[in-house]
């Protein structure tokens, strides 16, 4: 049970990142007159070299995306683009927490939704600002509409082989490839699932599952078997 309750406090802490919908952090308002320090260390993303890290956000996308996807990267001041897409669909590495590693290929609509907070988040901890800063300051902007909301349901692609998360203790975790589906409103119960009855990885037992149960910005997690992208 403990073990369960670790791994859910992690999706829910990946969750408030990636989809800024679930309000687990208090709404107060960040300090805007507080002098901005550097980034401590524990607080950054491990630095990648750029050709790597454009290879592993590739990696998120079905082949047939991810030669035409737009491609940010982790820069010293927060994200970059490095790549213009012609088909829509934007890859990126998010790290929702500092040690956590999560590449994606997102529609547009999710790029719209989704992506000015995780380029905020990137921001905020260059800037020195430590996770509960970062997870107050989405919140309270979330509270007040200052990100987007999905406007349709779309997709959410993650089939690298790389996504890394952490459990309650810091140990990085591989998590499998997986297709995520927003804005649908939906509930485990919807999908016939109970969202109590968990399994050893700490999620809903079943061929797919929501995360973010009863939010507005619900994503519903469908594994996949791992592919592989052609080089690009």
């Not at 290879?55 to 490095?82: D, E, H, I, N, W």
């Not at 800037?127 to 349901?153: L, M, R, W, Y």
């Not at 939010?215 to 791992?226: C, K, N």
Request: hydrophobic content about 40%; charged content about 15%; aromatic content about 6%.
């Amino acid at each position: 049970m403990a073990k369960s309750k670790l791994i859910q406090i992690r999706i829910r802490r990946w969750l408030s990142f990636l989809a800024a919908s679930l309000g687990i952090a208090a709404a107060t308002t960040a300090n805007a007159g507080a002098q901005a320090a550097q980034a401590a260390p524990s607080q950054v993303p491990p630095a990648m070299e750029r050709q790597k890290e454009i290879a592993l956000a590739l990696s998120s996308c079905p082949a047939s995306l991810a030669s035409k996807a737009a491609v940010y990267v982790l820069g010293t001041s927060g994200y970059v683009k490095v790549r213009d897409g012609q088909n829509g669909f934007t890859a990126i590495v998010q790290h929702a927490l500092p040690t956590s590693q999560e590449p994606q290929c997102m529609d547009a609509e999710g790029a719209r939704a989704f992506l000015p907070r995780m380029l905020k988040v990137a921001e905020l901890r260059a800037q020195g600002k430590n996770q509960n800063e970062i997870q107050t300051f989405v919140s309270d902007a979330v509270g007040k509409g200052v990100f987007p909301v999905p406007q349709h349901p779309g997709v959410i692609y993650m089939l690298s082989a790389g996504n890394l998360l952490p459990s309650g203790n810091g140990v990085v975790g591989a998590y499998p490839p997986h297709v995520m589906f927003y804005g649908t409103h939906l509930t485990n119960a919807d999908l016939g699932v109970d969202g109590t009855d968990l399994g050893a990885d700490g999620n809903p037992k079943g061929p797919t599952f929501v995360a973010g149960d009863r939010s507005p910005y619900a994503l519903i997690i469908v594994p996949v078997a791992a592919h592989t992208t052609e080089k690009q």
